[in-house]
């Protein structure tokens, strides 16, 4: 596929942030990724979901949520990485830009968070309603979301590892907040990094799924079970 690939710096309030962008011609949308507690855009799972996301005709935001400088930081407090209204909040002046500037030529935004990343997601889906059309978490704490989960209107779907049964539980009761459309999807055999061998694989391939449902302007909301 002939993907346009470009690094960028995004302004998110009081800081610019570094950012990787593929679009593919004509992209459905264009999903931003909200990587996990000491996580970075380079993170080579989020990378791989991506991927498959452009493969399915989809455009994908790769950013590093803190600055440089920040991260040195949190490598020795860990205080920011587990700083959800901070990263919500970046994330959702990223979003304005994405609407903004139509990197894709579309505005049709989804966000995809890995773990602490998960719960920024719902935040930030919570705080710009009307730009964000889907969500998906992958192993993440939506819990961490806290009063947000009420006010998410986009179509949301958890995935969780079958091993996972702390964040299974977490998400559970998390699935019971959610008033959007919402799935919880378990990936049997699967501990919280999905690093056993196809497990990934499955993680990528809903994640495309649901985005391509739900992100093209065309294509209304769906009737989704609330099912686990």
């Known amino acids: 596929m002939d993907l346009r690939s470009s690094t960028v710096t995004v302004p998110a309030g009081e800081v610019d942030l570094s950012a990787d962008l593929l679009v593919p011609p004509q992209p459905a949308g264009v999903v931003l990724f909200a990587h996990g507690s000491g996580s970075s855009r380079h993170s080579p799972r989020n990378v791989a979901v991506a991927h498959t996301l452009n493969a399915g005709g989809l455009g994908t935001v790769l950013v590093d949520l803190l600055t440089p400088a920040e991260d040195e930081m949190d490598a020795v407090t860990a205080e920011l990485r587990f700083d959800i209204g901070l990263l919500a909040g970046r994330l959702a002046a990223i979003v304005d830009?994405?609407?903004?500037?139509?990197?894709?030529?579309?505005?049709?935004?989804?966000?995809?968070?890995?773990?602490?990343?998960?719960?920024?997601?719902?935040?930030?889906?919570?705080?710009?309603?009307?730009?964000?059309?889907?969500?998906?978490?992958?192993?993440?704490?939506?819990?961490?979301?806290?009063?947000?989960?009420?006010?998410?209107?986009?179509?949301?779907?958890?995935?969780?590892?079958?091993?996972?049964e702390q964040v299974i539980t977490l998400n559970q009761e998390a699935l019971s907040r959610l008033t959007a459309p919402a799935e919880l999807r378990v990936v049997p055999g699967a501990t919280h990094l999905f690093e056993e061998p196809g497990t990934l694989e499955q993680v990528a391939g809903a994640a495309k799924r649901w985005f391509q449902a739900n992100l093209p302007v065309t294509v209304g909301v769906p009737s989704v079970s609330r099912r686990q």
């Open 97 to 164: 830009w994405l609407a903004t500037e139509r990197p894709g030529g579309t505005a049709s935004v989804g966000l995809f968070g890995a773990s602490t990343g998960a719960a920024a997601a719902l935040v930030a889906a919570a705080q710009r309603p009307d730009l964000v059309r889907a969500v998906v978490s992958r192993g993440g704490r939506p819990d961490l979301a806290g009063a947000a989960l009420d006010q998410v209107r986009a179509p949301t779907l958890l995935l969780v590892g079958g091993l996972d």
